[in-house]
């Protein structure tokens, strides 16, 4: 179990880590959402992330993938850029953070301040002006944390899970 203080490593991702990858995701969404789901919807929504699609994300140049873990290496959370494809931000010179997710355990040991690092650095060498993302609308603790780094709100997309619509705001940054 990851504490507070503990060293955390970040590191981009190799194709081995993909299954562990794809755990935290699963494992994170469902901690942090499933209940506001019915089933089917939850269900139909994990159906789409295959560990084809991760593998093909994976291997775009266009992609880019940190892995958080412990001391130990054990996997705790990982953070994916790609390309933009959010409404509200110019398209031009923006990458989006896609997915940005830890475990539980991980929570209050700084990997996140350190997954975020990664993510403008990684931004910033790839030439990207902003920073875009959504975060669930009523998801108050992600949206304090991307407020501290910069990001602004800049309004509503709708965030499909199974038949289930939520609403999703979206935020950028400049770098």
């Known amino acids: 179990m990851a504490k507070a203080g503990g060293t955390m490593i970040v ?11 794809d755990r935290i995701f699963r494992t994170s969404f469902c901690d942090t959402f499933a209940h506001l789901y ?5 269900q139909a929504f ?7 699609g ?8 266009d992609f880019a ?8 290496g054990e996997p705790l959370g990982f953070a994916k850029l790609g390309p933009n494809k959010l409404p509200h931000v110019e398209p031009e010179g923006t990458i989006e953070l896609r997915q940005f ?13 350190q997954l975020m690092a990664w993510v403008l650095d990684e ?6 002006e902003r920073l875009a993302l959504s975060v669930w609308s009523e998801n108050f603790r992600a949206q304090a944390f ?11 997309v709708t965030f499909m899970v199974g038949d289930h619509a939520d609403e999703d705001r979206v935020w950028a940054m400049k770098l």
Request: glycine fraction near 12%.
């Open 11 to 21: 590191r981009p991702a190799s194709a081995a880590d993909l299954p562990a990858i």
């Open 38 to 42: 019915a089933p089917a919807d939850l």
């Open 46 to 52: 994990l159906d789409e992330l295959t560990p084809d």
């Open 54 to 61: 991760w593998d093909a994300e994976h291997g775009n140049a």
């Open 65 to 72: 993938f940190a892995l958080g873990t412990d001391e130990a």
């Open 101 to 113: 997710y830890l475990l539980k355990e991980a929570h209050g040991t700084g990997l996140a301040q």
């Open 123 to 128: 931004a910033r060498r790839r030439g990207a």
């Open 146 to 156: 991307y407020g501290r780094f910069g990001f602004t709100d800049l309004g509503p």
